[in-house]
């Protein structure tokens, strides 16, 4: 038999391939070929078919598809680990940090920041990110992700209500500009970053607001991720306006749900706004906090489609969406009513950040999964760790012990973006310095630098 040749082989490794069939080999190779799989299977098929240019032995290692964080704000990186603990209630969070925050951000800082996001979310496995719309220098953002390598959709928040803190309020149509501006800078400028309408969502937003965000995505092709029913209060609020109409069924009859809809939390929803979800095609993203995933059962039986993201660093405090999936692990354990008979597996969780992820963008045709055809978006796990061993089951592994800190090698279109668990195109310990001096000048605009200095160890 004549071997066809092949740019890379890894081969001897644990092979989770996240397809329909959640095929896993546990002697399994991938051959790469062009920036795409030309094949995945056990080890001897793989090896009896290919002749490799170079090679990994993949002995002791753990191979997945890239992993898909669905919401992340990563403008916020500079203020990571500096919101108290005590700061729980939302509106004290928004009105006291992010908002002071943003008011005092430059294009500069948010350039740093972005490419620490995406520095922080390759080195923990994730080749696509979907930006949480938080950015106020959406050119900026997009250039200092695509420092990293890693594919990302990023957008720019809009929002027309007046209660917003001065410096930040706007009306409708200068929103709307807002949004159109930000997703045509995106649009086309690098190859891997992808605009995103964004609009806070419900409630900071007006019908019209609604509708012209969805008219933009719509016009790029690209998706539409609002804020939706985070919790009670901001659902009570709503149906003491709207008559007895939920949101659910608001934005239903808004002409705002399909297929290109992405909700974000979703967590407080009944039984008959669940069915008009479904029907729409519109996908969930859940994040990490609480009752993230008490309903998961139900939207699986459902057919929704789901992702799941870890949202800002100061609220999930990591960007490791396999972190955020073992809080939903713990969560599933807890004794409670689950709302559905829908027996929820790791092979679930697992999907909202490999397959399900992707298809909450769009992105599923070319990765999500390790396919043949598909583009070569994987990543190596170093298994020879406690966490680890022993390896009798690595898709339980993957989500109830193992976490992105056992992350070795990334690859993006084949190209090596990630090696021996560092970023391979970014100066990191420049990064880091450019990053504390950003965030001191920011702090110190904040006003919060006060705080800082008590912190300061002797």
């Given at each position: 038999?004549?071997?066809?040749?092949?740019?890379?082989?890894?081969?001897?490794?644990?092979?989770?391939?996240?397809?329909?069939?959640?095929?896993?080999?546990?002697?399994?190779?991938?051959?790469?070929?062009?920036?795409?799989?030309?094949?995945?299977?056990?080890?001897?098929?793989?090896?009896?078919?290919?002749?490799?240019?170079?090679?990994?032995?993949?002995?002791?290692?753990?191979?997945?598809?890239?992993?898909?964080?669905?919401?992340?704000?990563?403008?916020?990186?500079?203020?990571?680990?500096?919101?108290?603990?005590?700061?729980?209630?939302?509106?004290?969070?928004?009105?006291?940090?992010?908002?002071?925050?943003?008011?005092?951000?430059?294009?500069?800082?948010?350039?740093?920041?972005?490419?620490?996001?995406?520095?922080?979310?390759?080195?923990?496995?994730?080749?696509?990110?979907?930006?949480?719309?938080?950015?106020?220098?959406?050119?900026?953002?997009?250039?200092?992700?695509?420092?990293?390598?890693?594919?990302?959709?990023?957008?720019?928040?809009?929002?027309?209500?007046?209660?917003?803190?001065?410096?930040?309020?706007?009306?409708?149509?200068?929103?709307?500009?807002?949004?159109?501006?930000?997703?045509?800078?995106?649009?086309?400028?690098?190859?891997?970053?992808?605009?995103?309408?964004?609009?806070?969502?419900?409630?900071?937003?007006?019908?019209?607001?609604?509708?012209?965000?969805?008219?933009?995505?719509?016009?790029?092709?690209?998706?539409?991720?609002?804020?939706?029913?985070?919790?009670?209060?901001?659902v009570d609020e709503h149906n003491a306006a709207a008559r007895g109409v939920t949101p659910v069924e608001h934005l239903d009859r808004l002409g705002i749900l399909d297929d290109n809809a992405r909700l974000i939390h979703q967590l407080v929803t009944t039984d008959p706004e669940w069915e008009i979800i479904a029907r729409s095609g519109a996908s969930v993203v859940r994040c990490?906090?609480?009752?993230?995933?008490?309903?998961?059962?139900?939207?699986?039986?459902?057919?929704?489609?789901?992702?799941?993201?870890?949202?800002?660093?100061?609220?999930?405090?990591?960007?490791?969406?396999?972190?955020?999936?073992?809080?939903?692990?713990?969560?599933?354990?807890?004794?409670?009513?689950?709302?559905?008979?829908?027996?929820?597996?790791?092979?679930?969780?697992?999907?909202?950040?490999?397959?399900?992820?992707?298809?909450?963008?769009?992105?599923?045709?070319?990765?999500?999964?390790?396919?043949?055809?598909?583009?070569?978006?994987?990543?190596?796990?170093?298994?020879?760790?406690?966490?680890?061993?022993?390896?009798?089951?690595?898709?339980?592994?993957?989500?109830?012990?193992?976490?992105?800190?056992?992350?070795?090698?990334?690859?993006?279109?084949?190209?090596?973006?990630?090696?021996?668990?560092?970023?391979?195109?970014?100066?990191?310990?420049?990064?880091?310095?450019?990053?504390?001096?950003?965030?001191?000048?920011?702090?110190?605009?904040?006003?919060?630098?006060?705080?800082?200095?008590?912190?300061?160890?002797?």
């Amino acid at each position: 038999m004549v071997r066809e040749p092949c740019d890379l082989l890894i081969h001897g490794a644990v092979i989770v391939t996240a397809n329909p069939q959640q095929h896993v080999f546990h002697d399994g190779a991938v051959a790469i070929t062009a920036g795409r799989i030309a094949a995945v299977g056990a080890t001897a098929d793989v090896e009896a078919h290919f002749d490799a240019v170079d090679q990994i032995d993949g002995r002791g290692k753990v191979v997945t598809p890239g992993l898909v964080n669905g919401h992340l704000h990563a403008s916020q990186h500079l203020l990571r680990g500096f919101v108290p603990v005590s700061v729980t209630d939302n509106s004290a969070y928004l009105f006291q940090w992010v908002f002071p925050y943003y008011r005092t951000l430059s294009a500069k800082d948010e350039s740093i920041a972005a490419t620490l996001a995406g520095c922080d979310l390759l080195r923990r496995g994730i080749t696509v990110m979907a930006d949480g719309g938080t950015v106020r220098h959406p050119a900026t953002v997009a250039d200092g992700l695509a420092m990293t390598g890693i594919r990302a959709h990023v957008g720019s928040w809009c929002w027309d209500h007046p209660d917003v803190p001065e410096g930040l309020a706007m009306g409708t149509k200068e929103a709307l500009s807002r949004a159109a501006d930000a997703m045509d800078e995106i649009a086309g400028r690098h190859p891997r970053v992808s605009p995103l309408a964004s609009t806070i969502g419900l409630g900071l937003s007006s019908d019209a607001l609604l509708q012209g965000v969805k008219a933009l995505a719509d016009r790029h092709g690209s998706f539409m991720d609002f804020h939706q029913s985070f919790d009670d209060e901001e659902v009570d609020e709503h149906n003491a306006a709207a008559r007895g109409v939920t949101p659910v069924e608001h934005l239903d009859r808004l002409g705002i749900l399909d297929d290109n809809a992405r909700l974000i939390h979703q967590l407080v929803t009944t039984d008959p706004e669940w069915e008009i979800i479904a029907r729409s095609g519109a996908s969930v993203v859940r994040c990490t906090g609480p009752r993230a995933a008490h309903d998961l059962a139900t939207l699986r039986e459902h057919g929704i489609t789901v992702g799941v993201g870890s949202d800002t660093v100061n609220v999930s405090n990591t960007s490791d969406v396999l972190r955020v999936l073992q809080g939903f692990a713990a969560e599933l354990r807890e004794p409670g009513p689950r709302g559905s008979s829908y027996e929820i597996t790791a092979d679930d969780l697992f999907d909202m950040c490999t397959l399900g992820g992707a298809r909450t963008l769009g992105v599923e045709s070319f990765t999500g999964s390790l396919e043949p055809g598909k583009s070569a978006d994987l990543v190596i796990f170093d298994a020879c760790r406690p966490e680890w061993t022993p390896l009798l089951d690595p898709v339980n592994q993957l989500v109830l012990s193992a976490d992105g800190g056992s992350v070795e090698t990334v690859l993006i279109d084949g190209e090596f973006v990630v090696e021996h668990g560092r970023v391979v195109g970014v100066d990191e310990v420049a990064l880091y310095e450019q990053a504390e001096e950003a965030a001191a000048g920011v702090l110190k605009r904040m006003g919060a630098q006060a705080r800082m200095a008590r912190r300061r160890l002797s």
